[in-house]
């Protein structure tokens, strides 16, 4: 049996050291020394497996997590009495923040000095990159800018582009301000060309409960809403047969064949037709995204707080 890295970069992981276990009878010999090397204590707060698989005392160094000193780190925290009380405020002064407050969405991305110099420096000791595994998937790092770096660079590619299926999805630690950076970017400081070009529907699905059915038409339901930029499904009759122009050439040739276009006949079957589109959600978002490359203007479709779902995650990303 043998404990080595899969990969390290720069390397063939063939050069790289390996702990290696004969036999089992070896284990039985020298029970203590593979204890202190391999038991979850020694691996988890002491760092052994580093040791062992090292090549340099660099790699080796001294790991500290503050958790590990706390008694209650991993027990469950329960809601109390006063919850119901509190709740109100927290979300009042610390819930989701409003992106139209241009105010409020400025002032949150401050830093200071001291910190600054804190960060610069550990920056030049620590270093923390993509691993060449999920680089070779086209996963990038970014970071929080004025312009969305790497992420708002994407975004204004896609738009030139007219792209129809470039999936971007931005991923971190829960609450590390993902949402706000979306908000922002896109709202509050967009790029030129996303403010002028595009159309940015964003689905929050914060408050949607865990339920496919729920987060389908949640989602469904926001596309029109915030694709319809114009009202062109609140707007007559005539305007809904040119948005629905495709099904409509076929129901002249086929459903409504035969009836003059001035009788009740038509009308009411005409009517019961375009309801019966309307309601047909996937239907209208293509109808309305075609409409939207006629107004020289892109799509940007951004869906919000799927990691709060467990089971059906992909549900939601899809």
Known sequence: MDFFRVFETSTDWKSLR?????????????????????????????GSLN??????????????????????????????????YLRPIAERFFGQINASDVELMNEVYVSDSSYDSAFKSA?????????????????????????????GIRLE???????????????????????????????????KIVKENAVVVLIDLLTVPEDKHAIEET????????????NILSSNRDVLLDLFKDKYEIAQRQSLYGLPT???????????????????KPYVVRRLFNYLKTQKKGVIVVIDNTDQYRSIQSVARI
């Not at 090549?55 to 027990?75: F, K, L, M, S």
């Open 51 to 84: 040791a062992l698989i090292s090549r340099t005392p660099n790699e080796n160094r001294e790991t500290y997590r503050a958790g590990h000193d706390i008694p209650v780190y991993t027990r469950t925290i329960e809601a109390n009495k006063y919850v119901q």
């Open 262 to 280: 001035d009788s009740i006949d038509y009308n009411r079957f005409l009517n019961e037709l375009v309801d019966t589109w309307k309601n047909d």
């Open 123 to 151: 920056s030049a000791i620590l270093v923390d990159s993509v691993t060449p595994y999920l680089e070779n998937f086209g996963v990038k790092d970014t970071t929080i800018s004025d312009d969305g770096g790497i992420f």
């Open 219 to 230: 989602i469904w339901n926001e596309l029109v809403i915030k694709m319809d930029i114009d």
């Open 18 to 46: 390996a702990f290696v276990i004969p036999s089992l009878e070896s284990i039985d010999t020298d029970f203590i020394k593979f204890y202190n090397s391999l038991s979850y204590k020694c691996i988890s707060y002491d």
């Open 157 to 191: 590619e896609s738009i030139k582009r007219e792209s129809r299926a470039d999936v971007v999805v931005l991923f971190g630690g829960k609450g590390i301000g993902k949402s706000t950076f979306l908000r922002r970017l896109l709202y509050v400081k967009p790029p």
